[in-house]
């Protein structure tokens, strides 16, 4: 049938022209309004550009800056110990709370650090969600878990935020064993939809009736899991929301050393341009009236007819939801209260129907201005002062290893023009916005899409390219399959910069660099080396560019150098392949360490010296090949033999362990001991905290090799 029987005329109050008042809220729907004739409507008054949204800041501001100098009074959060607390309260009030919930985050934060603009971005959705849903038994997911500084306030840790990051304080991410109302714990991106679907799938096994809410962002959903979830949670048909939290940073945070950049990837434009489009709704609202009195056939070609139109006047992406097999309802302003609500209410009160993905658009750092200018530079922030936003930043003597390690590539690109660089929507860390500032057509942004980045790479290197993959220790994890199928099995010269190797300090276990080693040197081809400083980084990376038969990888921690001179112009001497090297002779006892651990193996020999202990301490440099005839002669002139490394137990100690057991080193007199970090996750603290715990400071390396040759360890406290 051809489309023009369907032709109509357009109520009077739709416009074909987009209108400039169109945005004007009203009160809330009666509840005889259905979900199919309400929500467009609200959704179409709801749409945004979150430039034409700001928050009025009650009170006069001091005149040294644009925020508060003091905290200001929050006399409704004040109220609010559980979100039991908030059912009561009229819109004009949640309003007000969340006004207060803001300004709360804001001093919490200058206090301590942490992420700050995306909680700042997402305060109203979190009072709305917490309004409608009733936690802990009704589940909100928190993809990521650094916008969660609302949510933990609102659930019973306000008295508690002071202590975030810090040890044995409060997570900055989600953490089940935090409180009943973290349904799941998160640090790494992508996973929500994916835990949210089994939730729901687990409830309507156990017969029980509670609502399932993933809110994800549109930086996590360049990861192919959220696909993976869509895709398998359109098929189940299971009752689940997912809240798509849509501010425009598709890579996380956007920006380069010349300030804010456009997101990266295809679902960024699609986004956009779905964002910009009025007349959808308006199309379908008017197309489900006139197809109210068609039945059979027709009501299902009418159907095709909305969906087709969908596509054309948003483009592919609301199409695309749909498709998956989700009701799509958007784009909606996140930072209307009241029409977050009206959504909200009516999408928990319309049951059986399905996934549904409702669209949010919202402003990071929104509410405090400074975050508002410059969201790349308030995405995640040291202490800083409120009035002024000013962050107290440590001034260092050195550089991080993050910046060596760019300065190193860019040396190398400098002198090569087949070197290229790939990270995953991580240029700030990972130090490659320098690179990109350098090299921008030979630095590639792939998204959240660690999987991707790595058989990218191995696809730059079968065309004769030298890829350099800049990825997290911790987010390595997500790809080790491309590692290991697309890389290392096909013997590819892909060389990975594993940044925040060992342990990370406050981000904690999500982020802890513990298992790379391990798994990266179990496999056949893969060359594994970690530089003791930051000179030993240059030569490593230019070690590793040199490598053009095979995969090859090194580890570097967070934090700074330690201020021993580097190469002439950057640029590093490769290393011999295999060689470790002694730094300080001694007798009777050899420390081995490896990468940053080598550090506190000095620091150790230096405790022992001034006890009459002289001691023997080795920089590995290599776990894959190893140095046998270091090792061999090691164990051969000392009576004990100590490896330390700042990584789990099948790393680098296992891999000598494994030399001398069938070079028959163990068969004599020998005592060897492996120093590695416990088998249990460390919680989030200072980085001094963790080391002590993990029983790695250079304290307890004195103390196990006086334990080993028989002399009391509480030697170490006599004067």
Same mark, same amino acid.
């Given at each position: 049938m051809a489309l023009s029987a369907f032709r109509f005329q357009f109520p009077s109050y739709l416009s074909r022209e987009t209108s400039k008042d169109y945005c004007k809220t009203t009160s809330l729907s009666s509840s005889s309004q259905s979900l199919a004739t309400y929500l467009p409507s609200i959704c179409r008054r709801s749409t945004v550009s979150p430039s034409k949204i700001r928050t009025t800041v009650k009170g006069s501001l001091v005149k040294k800056g644009d925020y508060y100098s003091t905290r200001p009074p929050t006399p409704l959060l004040d109220t609010i110990n559980h979100p039991i607390h908030m059912k009561n309260l009229s819109v004009k009030e949640l309003r007000a709370l969340s006004d207060e919930l803001r300004s709360d985050v804001v001093f919490n934060v200058s206090k301590t650090g942490g992420h700050l603009g995306s909680s700042l971005g997402v305060v109203e959705l979190t009072v709305a969600l917490h309004y409608i849903f009733n936690t802990p038994q009704?589940?909100?997911?928190?993809d990521v878990g650094h916008q969660s500084y609302p949510h933990k306030i609102l659930t019973g840790r306000r008295g508690k935020m002071k202590t975030l990051r810090q040890t044995n304080g409060l997570s900055g991410f989600t953490k089940r064993g935090e409180s009943e109302h973290d349904s799941f714990g998160t640090g790494h991106s992508s996973t929500t939809i994916s835990a949210g679907l089994g939730m729901a799938v687990g409830r309507d096994l156990k017969g029980r009736n509670n609502n399932v809410v993933a809110v994800i962002g549109d930086g996590a959903m360049t990861a192919g899991q959220a696909y993976e979830a869509m895709n !398998?949670?359109?098929?189940?048909? @299971?009752?689940?929301?997912?809240? /798509? !939290?849509?501010?425009?940073?598709? @890579?996380?945070?956007?920006?380069? /050393?010349?300030?804010?950049?456009?997101?990266?990837?295809?679902?960024?434009?699609?986004?956009?341009?779905?964002?910009?489009?009025?007349?959808?709704?308006?199309?379908?609202?008017a197309a489900k009236g006139m197809t109210k009195k068609i039945g059979g056939s027709m009501h299902r070609l009418a159907?095709?007819?909305?969906?087709?139109?969908?596509?054309?006047i948003s483009g592919a992406c609301s199409t695309l939801f749909e498709e998956l097999g989700f009701y799509y309802i958007g784009p909606v302003d996140g930072h209307n209260i009241e029409d977050l609500v009206s959504i909200l209410k009516e999408v928990k009160s319309t049951r059986t129907i399905g996934p549904v993905l409702i669209h949010v658009v919202t402003e990071k750092g929104r509410g405090y201005p400074y975050a508002e200018r410059a969201d790349d530079k308030y995405h995640g922030v040291v202490k800083f002062d409120p009035a002024t936003g000013k962050q107290f930043k440590n001034v260092a003597e050195t550089k991080s290893y993050t910046t060596y390690f760019a300065e190193a590539l860019i040396a190398e690109a400098e002198a090569d023009k087949d070197v290229v660089a790939i990270h995953a929507a991580m240029g700030g860390g990972t130090g490659l916005n320098l690179f990109h500032r350098r090299f921008p057509t030979r630095c590639f942004d792939v998204g959240i899409a660690e999987q991707h980045a790595v058989t990218f790479a191995a696809g730059l290197a079968c065309e004769g390219?030298?890829?350099?993959?800049?990825?997290?220790?911790?987010?390595?994890?997500?790809?080790?399959?491309?590692?290991?199928?697309?890389?290392?099995l096909q013997k590819l010269p892909v060389r990975f910069a594993m940044d925040r190797a060992g342990l990370v300090g406050a981000d904690g276990p999500t982020h802890c660099g513990?298992?790379?080693?391990?798994?990266?040197?179990?496999?056949?081809?893969?060359?594994?080396?970690?530089?003791?400083?930051?000179?030993?980084?240059f030569n490593m990376v230019a070690t590793a560019a040199a490598i053009d038969d095979r995969p090859s990888c090194f580890r570097y921690p967070r934090g700074n150098g330690i201020g021993v001179s580097l190469p002439p112009g950057n640029k590093g001497v490769p290393l011999e392949v295999g060689k470790g090297r002694v730094l300080r002779e001694g007798e009777r006892v050899a420390l081995l360490g490896y990468g940053s651990?080598?550090?506190?193996?000095?620091?150790?020999?230096y405790v022992l010296d001034k006890r009459g202990l002289n001691i023997t301490v080795a920089d590995a440099r290599f776990c894959k090949p190893l140095d046998i005839v270091l090792i061999r002669n090691l164990a051969k002139s000392h009576e004990v033999l100590i490896t330390v490394e700042e990584g789990s137990i099948g790393g680098f100690g296992s891999h000598v362990v494994q030399f001398l057991a069938l070079d028959g080193l163990l068969d004599g007199n020998l005592k060897w001991r492996p120093m590695v970090l416990p088998d249990r996750y460390i919680e989030h603290g200072s980085p001094l905290d963790q080391l002590a715990e993990a029983g790695l400071t250079a304290s307890h390396i004195a103390a196990t090799v006086l334990h080993l040759i028989g002399i009391p360890k509480e030697t170490l406290f006599w004067k």
């Open positions: 009704d589940k909100i997911l928190w !398998n949670a359109g098929y189940l048909d @299971s009752d689940m929301i997912v809240i /798509l !939290n849509d501010n425009k940073q598709v @890579s996380l945070p956007t920006a380069n /050393l010349d300030g804010p950049t456009p997101p990266v990837g295809a679902l960024s434009r699609a986004l956009s341009n779905l964002q910009s489009k009025r007349p959808l709704r308006e199309l379908r609202e159907s095709k007819v909305d969906e087709y139109a969908r596509g054309m390219l030298k890829p350099f993959c800049a990825i997290y220790s911790s987010f390595m994890q997500r790809a080790y399959d491309q590692v290991v199928h697309d890389v290392d513990a298992f790379d080693v391990t798994f990266m040197a179990c496999l056949p081809n893969m060359i594994v080396m970690a530089p003791s400083d930051e000179a030993e980084l651990a080598v550090q506190n193996c000095l620091e150790a020999s």
